[in-house]
């Protein structure tokens, strides 16, 4: 299959790495032209290598998803690279561990602003765009912790549950301007930011399989088996699929 995202023109926040990262290049494969956003350059090395060799089709621009303007000069890229925006997909997001007795202010307030506010400006500063392209598309992700709770990371959960009713408000808001919205819930997926968790445990291994053993399916997801759904959702595939809470996590939530 190519070429499902032909004509589209994406921004994709925390493209750099781990989900976004695998997103953007699935993207370019099926024809899309796609902003990577993210606070640090590539880390993905693939991506790095597309970015040098195809920059008419994918462009890294530097963006702090906590700053509007800078959320807005993303999207102004995208514009006047391409023309125009179709498809946003937020994936720019940071863990956060911390009970809700004993979290601070300040993490809550740091975590809400990456997962939660971030999500908002992107949806803010696209949709406006994607009208006046005749339609598009928004994925948001969010996570299984935004469908259940887990102890331990409070103000995760608490971000994550506000992508997805946020995300059902867009997609009811604007669904007579063809404009879709959609929240992907991925389980375990390895990525950067996971093995991040399990490298600063005191037992690397052990936290590994604590974590796949929440895994009805027995392992854990790559960052492909999410950005396939992004891609899905950003098609024309979907074109009756809007205001959705897409879990992708090996049956996670399904327990
Ligand atoms: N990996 C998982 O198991 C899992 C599970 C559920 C949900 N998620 C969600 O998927 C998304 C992607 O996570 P990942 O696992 O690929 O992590 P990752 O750390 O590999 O990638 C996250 C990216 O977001 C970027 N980012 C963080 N703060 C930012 C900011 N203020 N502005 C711009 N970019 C910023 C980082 O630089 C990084 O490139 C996150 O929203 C995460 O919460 C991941």
Redesign the pocket.
Known sequence: MANRLEGKVAVI??????????TARLFVAEGAKVIV????PP?DKELAALIADAPDDVKFVQ?????ED?VKAAVDAAVSAWGKVTSAV??????GQGSDIDLSEAEWDRIF???AK?VFFLTKHTVPEMIKAGGGSVTN??????IVGAPGYAA?CGS?GAVRTFTKSTAIEHAMQGVRANSI??????????Q?IFDRSEDPEATRAA?TAQQPNGF??A?ED?GWGCVYLASDEARFVSGVELPI?GGLVAR
């Open positions: 926040t925390g493209g750099a790495s781990g989900i976004g990262a695998a956003a993210d606070r640090q880390l963006t702090d998803v906590t700053q800078q937020a994936c720019a997001g940071v863990p602003a990456v997962n971030g992700i969010s996570s299984a912790y935004g995760y994550k819930h991925p389980g375990v997926i390895e990525t950067p930011m996971v991040d974590y854990n997801g960052p999410i996590d």
